[in-house]
């Protein structure tokens, strides 16, 4: 974990000084920021792995600045870990989608094992994004989901697809539909039976016109369908909101 970089935003200088030098002691590279004001200016000079957040401070706020570097569709731009003395956690945090929280005051062993933690066990989701690599569009769907932090491989076929997930399962599958009865409808109903991508949920999409059979296509485990997308960010859209449903579910 040595040589990460965190972005500690909290006001309290002398709790800061003493965190940062147990910090340095395991390694990391701490940049102190003294309100959320701050960090935004620390953020033009920095990109941070992780980012230690206070969130009462006087200027900006955590929340407030939790909120300047959130993304379009919600997500924080950087990991971050939270730090507060109010006990409510679950009811003030609920749309926050932070690594952490930690109530002050706390210990520091479970401190520095928490920070361990976020980096030891932190993945990005992972979305399979299969289709033509001649496509115009792959590049830019790419560009859209690593912009929200997922993480994304490009692939061609299902063969690609089996060898790939068999190293790291996939949590999506982003696929281009060609044809309505091409092969893309037998790549579906093996997606459907086989056993690490069958519960993969799959968002299927065309920019040509074509239209998947709904009935067969839901069959087939698709969850969503994209026909014509008006922009990249609907492709992250139908990803989050199916995210949300298996949250509440």
Do not use: W
Request: aromatic share 10%; proline share 4%; charged share 30%.
């Amino acid at each position: 974990m040595q040589g990460k970089t965190i972005l500690f935003v909290d006001d309290e200088t002398d709790f800061v000084e003493m965190m940062k030098f147990r910090l340095e002691k395991e390694g990391y590279i701490v940049v102190p920021a003294r309100n959320g004001e701050d960090a935004l200016g620390k953020l033009e000079q920095i990109k941070p792995d992780l980012i230690i957040l206070d969130i009462n401070m006087p200027k900006m706020g955590g929340l407030e600045f939790y909120n300047r570097i959130i993304t379009q569709h919600g997500r924080a731009r950087y990991p971050v870990l939270v730090l507060t003395a109010r006990a409510d956690l679950d009811e003030l945090f609920k749309d926050i989608e932070a690594e952490g929280f930690l109530q002050k005051p706390f210990d520091i062993g479970d401190f520095i094992s928490e920070i361990k933690r976020i980096f030891t066990d932190r993945t990005n989701p992972l979305v399979f994004l299969v289709g033509a690599s001649s496509s115009d569009h792959i590049e830019n769907i790419k560009e859209a989901f690593l912009s929200e932090r997922y993480d994304v491989e490009s692939m061609e076929n299902l063969e690609e697809v089996k060898q790939n997930a068999g190293k790291r399962k996939p949590d999506f599958i982003v696929l281009e539909y060609t044809e309505e009865s091409s092969q893309d409808g037998e790549f579906l109903e093996k997606i459907a039976v086989d056993k690490i991508l069958k519960n993969v949920p799959v968002v299927a999409y065309s920019y040509l016109g074509f239209s998947c059979d709904e009935e067969k296509c839901m069959d087939s485990g698709v969850r969503t369908y994209l026909n014509s997308p008006e922009s990249y960010g609907d492709f992250v859209e139908a990803v989050k909101k199916i995210q949300l449903e298996e949250k509440t579910n």
